[in-house]
């Protein structure tokens, strides 16, 4: 019984792991069309500049409020609810090519995707003891 515990242990971290490198494909994709972006839609650089901070000020106002509602709600439901959004999110920037839209909707991103790392700590925290907790929190910043 203590093994097959130790192996869900691991593999929620894992799984745990792979989530919010997930997210980060989601985050950090921007700066790879940014280019693209500006000479395809014509937006100037200054703009680009203020689309990738939109994402800033989504993330930061969803940290603050999703890291309370972490701990009320169900966490794997959130992390669920953030990925998906975060698709839709990504998906419809890809068919926009107005700069005020980009701009709201990576604001949107930036919030979905804070839907990972408090959530996620609060897994981790459940599953995990007092005593191996620093290990186990120290391979969820390894993603």
Not at 93 to 107: G, P, Q, R
């Amino acid at each position: 019984m203590i093994k097959n515990f130790r192996f869900q242990q691991w593999k929620m971290l894992l799984i745990t792991m792979f989530c919010y490198l997930f997210f980060y494909t989601g985050r950090h994709n921007f700066g790879w069309a940014a280019k693209g972006m500006a000479s395809d839609l014509g937006i100037p650089y200054t703009v680009i500049g203020w689309i990738s901070f939109s994402m800033l000020i989504g993330y930061s106002i969803g940290q603050f409020i999703n890291g309370n509602l972490a701990d009320r709600f169900n966490a794997r439901l959130m992390v669920s609810v953030g990925a998906y959004l975060s698709i839709v999110t990504n998906i419809a920037i890809s068919f926009s090519n107005s700069f005020e839209v980009i701009i709201v909707l990576w604001a949107f991103n930036g919030y979905f995707q804070s839907m990972a790392w408090a959530p996620g700590a609060r897994l981790i925290n459940n599953w995990w003891g007092e005593a191996e907790r620093g290990k186990a929190f120290g391979f969820y910043t390894m993603a």
